[in-house]
């Protein structure tokens, strides 16, 4: 069942693409987040699911559900921050007058394509940053995005392409806060990460500048167990290790999450308190705060985009069924 179908969550539309593994359920016109992932196999929700009676608060902040995008990922320190001689000013929306996960919140995105074929099928999406004044305000910067997402059996790749319409250089970076359930059974779960330090945070969890060693998280490489875990880390991803989450139960069911190994450097892992029921992995392209730390992007990961540039980015997110 290679289709893709139509549905309602809150009074807009779904669009919900389908194989014999998966049913992933997209929200165009509220931020263009995949807002469902069912396990047709498992019968398993993987993502955090908004519920309908959830919608005030998934409007206030829908960075809290499914695989939200963020442009930028993250905190600024005071919303603040100069690049190339020009000052930029973004919402203050978090403690200590900073702000947090960037412009992209609940805008329309056009479908623009839907794809039906023998290997999977796809969804496309689009949107213009000119159409929302309020992102204008903060980043008065014409940008356009296209995002498809391809489900292929147990597989699906979501890919983003960002077009810079504007007159002079940008810094950019992205991220997803993607929201994976551990059912209220952390201790069945081991994350598999491959990192070689901790981004050194402040009170206000804004990065130093500095990395410190990963200690006992240095786990997360060979696969750290969730029993007990509380997590709102940054962790640096070596020169030569894959940009690769692994998350499995004790029975080998699971899932595998990985990104483009030239694009994304950084790691951010947070559980909302001691790990019970959920756990982010999330994919950064720059570090937070990047554009006031004091290195180059090969260490804060901050891109460029110049005028007419197009930069493309992927991830990808694959289902792990064990052998019965």
């Known amino acids: 069942m290679k289709q893709v179908t139509k ?30 992932l069912w396990d047709r196999k ?58 947090i ?26 949107f ?3 159409d929302d004044a309020h992102w204008m305000e903060q980043f008065p910067i014409p940008l356009k995005f296209e995002m498809t997402y391809r489900l292929e059996g147990a597989r699906l790749k979501q890919s983003l392409k960002v077009t810079h319409l504007g007159e002079h250089r940008i810094p950019f970076g992205i991220g997803y806060h993607t929201w994976f359930m551990i059912d209220g059974e952390p201790e069945r779960w081991k994350l598999s990460l491959p990192v070689e330090s901790i981004y050194e945070l402040n009170d206000e969890l804004l990065p130093s500048g500095e990395v410190l060693p990963l200690g006992q998280l240095d786990s997360l490489n ?33 899932l595998r999450y990985t990104a483009d190994k030239n694009l994304f450097r950084h790691w951010v892992v947070y559980t909302k308190g001691t790990a019970e029921q959920f756990l982010c992995i999330e994919p950064y392209t720059w570090l937070p705060d990047a554009p006031n730390i004091p290195k180059d992007a090969s260490f804060t990961g901050l891109l460029t985009l110049e005028p007419g540039q197009s930069l493309e980015l992927s991830t990808t997110l694959e289902m792990i069924y064990p052998d019965r």
Not at 17 to 35: A, F, K, M, Q, Y
Not at 66 to 94: A, C, H, S, W
Not at 102 to 111: E, M, P, S
Request: a negative charge; charged letters at 25%.
């Open 222 to 254: 060979q696969g750290m167990n969730l029993q007990g875990t509380n997590f709102d880390t940054a962790l640096r991803i070596g020169d030569q290790q894959p940009v690769e989450a692994l998350l499995l139960r004790d029975d080998g069911y699971g």
């Open 101 to 126: 996960h960037g412009l992209h919140r609940t805008q329309a995105w056009c479908v623009s394509d839907i794809e039906e074929d023998e290997e999977g099928c796809a969804v496309t999406t689009e």
């Open 42 to 99: 498992e019968e398993r929700q993987i993502l955090r699911r908004p519920d309908e009676s959830d919608q005030t608060f998934f409007m206030q902040k829908p960075y809290h559900f499914g695989i939200p995008l963020l442009v930028p990922p993250g905190r600024i320190r005071k919303g603040q921050f100069k690049f190339e001689g020009i000052d930029y000013q973004f919402d203050q929306n978090t403690a200590g007058d900073n702000h």
């Open 7 to 36: 549905g309602q969550w809150g009074g807009y539309d779904t669009y919900i693409l389908h194989s014999s593994e998966l049913e992933v359920t997209l929200l165009p016109r509220l931020g263009n987040s995949v807002i469902s």
């Open 128 to 130: 213009r940053t000119v």
